[in-house]
Structure formats: C-alpha cells, structure tokens
C-alpha cells in the first residue's frame, strides 16, 4: 500500500536500429612493428586542445560588464526601495484610517 509503483519502460513500437555498428578491424602482430616513433600515443596521453577558446577580456569589454552590472544592480535596487516605499505608505495610512474610525466611533457612543 505505502510503495509507490514505477512506471514501466514501455516497448519500442517501430523499427529498431541498433546504435552501435560493429566493423570489422584487420589484426597486426607486433612483429610488423618497427619502430617505436611511428606508434601513435594513446588517448589519455595525446595533447588534448580545449574545445572553445579562452575568453579574453579587453578593456572595454570589461568595462562593459562593469557598467552592464552596475545598472542592474542600481535597477533592482531601485525597484526594492519602491516596494518598501510602497509598503511603508500603505501601512501609514492604514494606521491613520484606523485611527479616524476610533475617533467617529468613540464621538458615536459618547452622544448616545
């Protein structure tokens, strides 16, 4: 009752291609090997090259991003104070309204 049932993985409805192709590779003994210099290094020691280059920052590209940063943060900045702001302005007159009606109704049941 508590377990909670898996979805099943549903069944492949159209054709199936397989996503791997085995080719066939002709195989070489060492003997045929005659120097050391014509092996290329494996993988894992091959000198790799990053895929993107290095971002470099000019100065004005930096200067950009400076000023780009500054007024979002400015923007943002201002936007919070205006909700504070509208908050603060909401609350006050709440507190005088409330204080108007506990004047007319102290007014109303002193002349009863």
Do not use: N, Y
Not at 8 to 13: G, I, S, V
Not at 15 to 40: L, Y
Not at 61 to 85: K, Y
């Amino acid at each position: 009752m508590l377990r909670p049932k898996l979805p099943t993985m549903p069944q492949p409805t159209g054709i199936v291609i397989p996503t791997a192709v085995i080719e066939p590779t002709a195989v070489t003994s060492a003997a045929h090997i005659t120097s050391v210099a014509h092996v290329p290094p494996p993988a894992a020691f091959a000198a790799t090259t990053p895929s993107r280059p290095a971002v470099q920052l000019t100065p004005g590209t930096a200067l950009a991003l400076v000023g780009g940063g500054t007024a979002a943060v400015l923007v943002v900045g201002a936007v919070l104070v205006s909700m504070l702001l509208a908050v603060a302005i909401t609350g006050a007159s709440v507190a005088v309204c409330a204080v108007v009606l506990r004047s007319l109704i102290g007014s109303l049941r002193k002349h009863r």
